[in-house]
């Protein structure tokens, strides 16, 4: 703790470290398996340099209050995630209303977000969820139907960077899929590519939007983990199997594709369980 986290070395045992500890032991009447506050210190150190008057149980009132969460579920949240205790509340109200207001979640579908992916409660809606919401809306198209099927299923979308995670892996699902297979188009898209009188381009955006939309999955990869996932696919069609074949598969079921060459052992293990 004390490598990751020097600063505690100079923490005032009487005014911080002592109240933070006495704060944290109502998790301990929770019940919650194993040394709790432990686990909890040993996730976020700085939990004992935090003011529990002014951010540890504002955060619990906002997580159980306004929220409405029950405290046991608040407890394995918070013991999970640790740092949604110092999280400042007023951050939190702006993400939940951005959801809310922007995303069109539900106050319901708002709880299961903050219960699957509490850590989008830290982030700047001005920073990273509207930057993303605008990249999938403006520069990718996706129909805002389709974003909300996305961010209900799969909310850490709005958490990934624009630069580093979504623009990177759209380009590299465009260029692998052009070099594989140049004239492929999602099974449902030539019909309406035929209607609206689609470019090649436009055609490439649309396949590769459903692919990201049906499995967002990829956007938790770098491209060169993309590559090697690609190439696990290729060696496990048998050698000699063109890259069309890959390409065909991977947009027959894109989630499918995902869970089976590019998901660690250990994940696949309890998807599949």
């Known amino acids: 703790m004390i490598a990751r986290e020097p600063s505690l070395l100079a923490t005032d045992v009487v005014a911080s470290m002592k109240p933070c500890a006495e704060w944290l032991s109502k998790f301990e009447l929770l019940q919650l398996p194993g040394n709790i506050i432990n686990q909890m210190l040993f996730q976020e150190p700085m939990l004992l340099c935090w003011t529990p008057s002014d951010q540890m149980q504002p955060a619990w009132d906002w997580i159980t209050g306004e929220r409405g969460l029950p405290t046991e579920l608040a407890g394995y949240l918070v013991a999970g995630f640790p740092k949604l205790l110092g999280i400042p509340v007023p951050n939190m109200q702006a993400v939940a209303r951005y959801l809310y207001e922007h995303i069109g979640l539900t106050d319901n579908e708002i709880n299961g977000v903050i219960e699957e992916e509490p850590w989008l409660l830290g982030l700047s809606v001005e920073e990273h969820l509207y930057p993303a919401l605008d990249w999938y809306a403006r520069e990718r198209g996706i129909p805002d139907e389709t974003l909300s099927f996305m961010f209900r299923d799969f909310p850490a979308c709005l958490g990934f960077h624009r630069e580093y995670q979504l623009q990177p892996v759209a380009t590299w699902l465009e260029e692998t899929l052009e070099q594989n297979f140049p004239d492929l188009l999602h099974p449902w898209g030539r019909k309406i590519a035929m209607e609206e009188g689609w470019s090649k381009e436009e055609e490439m955006r649309v396949c590769v939007n459903q692919v990201l939309a049906d499995c967002p999955g990829f956007f938790t990869l770098p491209p060169p983990a993309l590559a090697e996932g690609w ?24 989630s499918e594709f995902f869970r089976l060459f590019f998901l660690p052992e250990e994940e696949e293990d309890e998807a599949v369980g």
Do not use: N, Q, S, Y
């Open 231 to 254: 190439a696990a696919a290729r060696r496990a069609l048998g050698e000699g199997v063109p890259g069309t074949e890959v390409a065909r598969l991977l947009l027959r079921d894109p």
